[in-house]
């Protein structure tokens, strides 16, 4: 069974090499990073690793910031394409922990469809992280679960894993959000669609290098965006009408 671990990345020329190498240092997991034109030069050392690692590790270069979920989005139809049975969402500054991607799998081998990594769950938490950024991000969480009434405690996690399935059976082209809008609109989705999502319990960590990409209008388009996906036909809206 092929894993396929996509890495969205912003100027991260600080991390990227030591993540690649963790990753490939698991059994059976390769990795593919989309790079927004990072001007630190992240694209030019993943190229490097690429021959060092020929086959599993692979680029896609795009022309700016065109959004984290256009970036997953691009990177699941590359694992659609490529034959990958499970493929994960992950951040690039090691704020997940690499060696959490085998429970992921973990969780889908003993039936998750959609296996996410959760700070709200017994177990789960944050590190080093300051206590506004935990309180907006348990009043996210509150806020979808309330409107949503989706059974998952930490509905805008993004390390996650998929079985291919889960994201053949979207359109996914429909899907609108990027940033937190785009973490809670994929589970809504799965969910609303009849696939099994399972948390794992994961210490998010706050990062080490690099500069956060959060700003105001990701977590606008959140509060909006969980609005206008109560209300939707999903089934109508999301489900796949031809294969990717």
């Not at 989005?73 to 969402?89: S, T, V």
Request: charge should be positive; include cysteine; proline fraction near 4%.
């Amino acid at each position: 069974m092929r894993n396929l671990v996509i890495v969205p990345t912003f100027n991260e020329r600080e991390n990227i090499i030591a993540l690649i190498e963790s990753v490939l240092g698991l059994q059976d997991f390769d990795i593919l990073v989309v790079d927004d034109n990072s001007p630190d030069g992240t694209a030019s050392m993943v190229k490097q690793a690429m021959a060092d690692y020929p086959g599993r590790v692979d680029l896609i270069e795009r022309s700016g910031k065109m959004g984290l979920g256009t970036a997953y989005i691009a990177g699941f139809k590359y694992g659609i394409q490529k034959g990958y049975d499970f493929l994960y969402e992950m951040d690039a500054d090691f704020s997940h922990d690499p060696n959490d991607l085998v429970r992921l799998r973990q969780a889908v081998d003993k039936g998750a469809d959609v296996a996410i990594g959760s700070r709200y769950t017994p177990g789960g938490g944050f590190k080093n992280w300051p206590k506004d950024r935990i309180l907006i991000s348990k009043g996210g969480s509150a806020f979808v679960r309330c409107i949503m009434s989706i059974p998952v405690k930490d509905p805008t996690a993004g390390f996650i894993c998929y079985r291919s399935e889960v994201l053949q059976a979207m359109n996914l082209d429909k899907i609108e959000f990027t940033g937190y809008g785009f973490q809670i609109e994929m589970k809504y989705v799965a969910w609303r669609l009849g696939f099994r999502l399972v948390e794992v319990p994961i210490v998010f960590k706050d990062r080490e290098k690099g500069t956060s990409k959060m700003h105001i209008g990701i977590i606008r388009e959140a509060i909006w965006g969980v609005l206008k996906l109560r209300f939707r036909n999903i089934s109508a809206w999301y489900a796949a009408k031809v294969a990717v």
